[in-house]
């Protein structure tokens, strides 16, 4: 067994980024920096940075396979862990409490979570 082909996560990749970045235009342009609109934008954006990220994590687990292959989750889940690090990002900025050190440090706790989650996926698998 291996990883979907890239090419398999194109339609929910395509509805993700048009959900997303076209959400964020039309709420750009068209809606007053209120409480609703606020949380919306943090929503569009983990959408429009997950539908962007998909189709290159994708591609990374097809090109480069593990021991045990990433299923459709995992590579979902993947994708995910860049909205979310991409909406973290815009609400410390919109803080104002971002520096260059904690978007690095957030970056690198993102990445041990993956990693350890893969670590026990990898020990639970069974050819």
Not at 80 to 102: C, E, K, N, Q, S
Request: charged share 10%; net charge positive; glycine share 8%.
């Amino acid at each position: 067994m291996s990883s979907p082909k890239p090419t398999a996560y194109l339609p929910a990749a395509l509805l993700l980024i048009g959900v997303g970045w076209g959400g964020l235009l039309l709420l750009w342009n068209l809606a007053l920096p209120t409480l609703g609109p606020r949380w919306l934008f943090f929503f569009l954006i983990v959408l429009a940075f997950t539908g962007t990220a998909l189709p290159f994590t994708a591609y990374l687990n097809y090109r480069f396979p593990s021991d045990s292959p990433a299923g459709q989750n995992v590579i979902v889940r993947q994708a995910l862990w860049f909205g979310i690090y991409g909406a973290t990002v815009a609400w410390l900025m919109y803080g104002r409490v971002l520096t260059y050190t904690l978007a690095f440090v957030l970056l690198l706790g993102f990445v041990a979570v993956e990693w350890l989650l893969r670590l026990r996926e990898r020990s639970q698998w069974k050819p």
